[in-house]
């Protein structure tokens, strides 16, 4: 029987044994696409094990390098799957990335692809259901630095100002043209108003999505539910899971109250992220996917900046 050690002896490993023939350093080098179960650290979902696709890359520093030991990067990233996500489990696996080069690395970038799904309750009824939302987290380390971003998905509900505002008119004209006079009985406008055949018009509603990728203060990785909960809340007609007619008739009535172009519905984020210190850099995408139009109504904008005074 061979031993382990004389096996280990025999095989060739062209990546210390070989220089480079180019004498070049690259910026990235590594793998995508690993699969590794997370364990979400988020106090409000302890204990859910979510499934990631990660992707992590060291810098090839050294020009006399021929190349980096992958297999290393890779028993790096498993043992994400016996720690809890958080800011310091993604601090030491960027560090032991760059520890494990052997000297040919200074810098280290991880990304983790996944869905985390929260409990949402109704509306009104005492109700609950889960909803899943898609997030990236990037991670970034130099020798003496850690950076990290995140990217969200978040889905809502947005009815068109205009659609409102014209449907609004012909109630009105046909309101003109049903009742004479200077005025109404208040009980007959009523019954007219619930009739299932006066249902003249209706403002026009689309499924929107604003996509957002946000720069972390360093020293921070926020709670994942806590912020999403929040971005919901700022736009105000976050889509639902269970509903009864009462939680149905209170999703009409805040849309109703929100109207929103998708101008609207980027300021109102924006407003958010300009306030926030936690977050020192952004670019958000929001998404009106038209019931109107074949195509999608869409912003996209940034952080902040200081703009040319001559616009």
């Given at each position: 029987?061979?031993?382990?050690?004389?096996?280990?002896?025999?095989?060739?490993?062209?990546?210390?044994?070989?220089?480079?023939?180019?004498?070049?350093?690259?910026?990235?080098?590594?793998?995508?696409?690993?699969?590794?179960?997370?364990?979400?650290?988020?106090?409000?979902?302890?204990?859910?094990?979510?499934?990631?696709?990660?992707?992590?890359?060291?810098?090839?520093?050294?020009?006399?390098?021929?190349?980096?030991?992958?297999?290393?990067?890779?028993?790096?990233?498993?043992?994400?799957?016996?720690?809890?996500?958080?800011?310091?489990?993604?601090?030491?696996?960027?560090?032991?990335?760059?520890?494990?080069?052997?000297?040919?690395?200074?810098?280290?970038?991880?990304?983790?692809?996944?869905?985390?799904?929260?409990?949402?309750?109704?509306?009104?009824?005492?109700?609950?259901?889960?909803?899943?939302?898609?997030?990236?987290?990037?991670?970034?380390?130099?020798?003496?630095?850690?950076?990290?971003?995140?990217?969200?998905?978040?889905?809502?509900?947005?009815?068109?100002?205009?659609?409102?505002?014209?449907?609004?008119?012909?109630?009105?004209?046909?309101?003109?043209?049903?009742?004479?006079?200077?005025?109404?009985?208040?009980?007959?406008?009523?019954?007219?108003?619930?009739?299932?055949?006066?249902?003249?018009?209706?403002?026009?509603?689309q499924r929107s999505y604003a996509y957002l990728k946000l720069k972390l203060k360093q020293g921070e990785l926020l709670s994942l539910k806590s912020l999403i909960t929040?971005?919901?809340?700022?736009?105000?007609?976050?889509?639902?899971?269970?509903?009864?007619?009462?939680?149905?008739?209170?999703?009409?009535?805040?849309?109703?109250?929100?109207?929103?172009?998708?101008?609207?519905?980027?300021?109102?984020?924006?407003?958010?992220?300009?306030?926030?210190?936690?977050?020192?850099?952004?670019?958000?995408?929001?998404?009106?996917?038209?019931?109107?139009?074949?195509?999608?109504?869409?912003?996209?904008?940034?952080?902040?900046?200081?703009?040319?005074?001559?616009?």
């Amino acid at each position: 029987m061979i031993e382990t050690d004389m096996i280990k002896e025999q095989l060739p490993d062209i990546t210390s044994d070989t220089s480079s023939q180019k004498s070049y350093s690259l910026r990235w080098v590594g793998m995508e696409g690993i699969a590794v179960p997370l364990h979400l650290s988020d106090k409000d979902a302890v204990g859910q094990v979510i499934n990631s696709s990660t992707s992590i890359y060291v810098s090839l520093d050294s020009v006399e390098s021929k190349g980096i030991h992958m297999s290393r990067l890779h028993k790096n990233i498993n043992q994400l799957s016996t720690l809890k996500l958080a800011k310091q489990s993604l601090d030491k696996l960027l560090r032991s990335a760059i520890k494990s080069q052997e000297g040919i690395s200074c810098n280290a970038k991880v990304r983790l692809e996944f869905d985390v799904t929260f409990e949402k309750s109704s509306l009104l009824s005492k109700n609950s259901g889960y909803q899943s939302y898609p997030v990236a987290i990037n991670g970034e380390a130099s020798l003496d630095n850690t950076d990290y971003e995140y990217e969200l998905t978040i889905p809502y509900s947005s009815t068109c100002p205009c659609s409102a505002a014209l449907a609004r008119q012909l109630y009105s004209q046909q309101i003109d043209q049903r009742f004479e006079g200077e005025s109404i009985s208040k009980q007959e406008l009523l019954n007219w108003v619930q009739s299932a055949q006066n249902s003249f018009a209706t403002p026009h509603s689309q499924r929107s999505y604003a996509y957002l990728k946000l720069k972390l203060k360093q020293g921070e990785l926020l709670s994942l539910k806590s912020l999403i909960t929040v971005l919901e809340d700022v736009i105000g007609t976050p889509v639902q899971t269970v509903v009864k007619r009462v939680d149905e008739q209170e999703f009409a009535r805040l849309n109703g109250q929100n109207l929103m172009f998708c101008e609207d519905a980027a300021r109102k984020l924006k407003q958010y992220l300009e306030q926030n210190d936690s977050i020192v850099d952004y670019w958000i995408k929001v998404e009106h996917q038209e019931s109107l139009h074949a195509h999608n109504a869409v912003v996209m904008d940034q952080k902040q900046q200081v703009l040319d005074t001559k616009l």
